[in-house]
């Protein structure tokens, strides 16, 4: 036993949790990716008719935020959740057991995966936003 023994189990714990938030970034961007189908085919006409630039702004703002906290924390938590297991993984090897490094690896890079995906949504996701209210914000400015 090391002094660090209770840091080690501190973050095992932690992998659980980072895989299930990763779990439910990678739901909230197949609803971000609903929202903005609807939002691109509906929304934003509505928004336009109503001709109020500022209602647009804050819209806008708040919609590429959270396309932006989707870009970037799930791929974080993959990465965390990818380096969690594999110290228990390399321990395992060391002392003759390949199969359990060999699953630590799998769980490695299913949290990888999953971190990516909800990243890519949120930044495809984010960067058609802009687009779209930067153009709307244009036609609207151009109208008036």
Avoid: K, N
């Amino acid at each position: 036993m090391t002094h660090f023994d209770w840091l080690h189990h501190l973050i095992a714990r932690l992998l659980p949790v980072a895989m299930a938030v990763l779990l439910v970034a990678c739901g909230a961007a197949l609803i971000e990716a609903g929202l903005a189908i609807g939002e691109r085919w509906l929304g934003l006409r509505r928004l336009e008719r109503a001709g109020d630039p500022a209602l647009v702004e804050r819209l806008a703002r708040r919609r590429i935020e959270r396309c932006d906290l989707l870009a970037r924390v799930p791929p974080m938590l993959g990465l965390m959740a990818t380096i969690i297991p594999l110290g228990p993984g390399l321990a395992a090897l060391g002392q003759g057991d390949p199969a359990q490094l060999a699953s630590a690896v799998t769980v490695a890079f299913d949290a990888t995966v999953l971190g990516l995906i909800a990243g890519i949504a949120g930044l495809w996701i984010g960067r058609l936003r802009r687009r779209w209210y930067e153009e709307l914000l244009e036609r609207m400015e151009a109208a008036a």
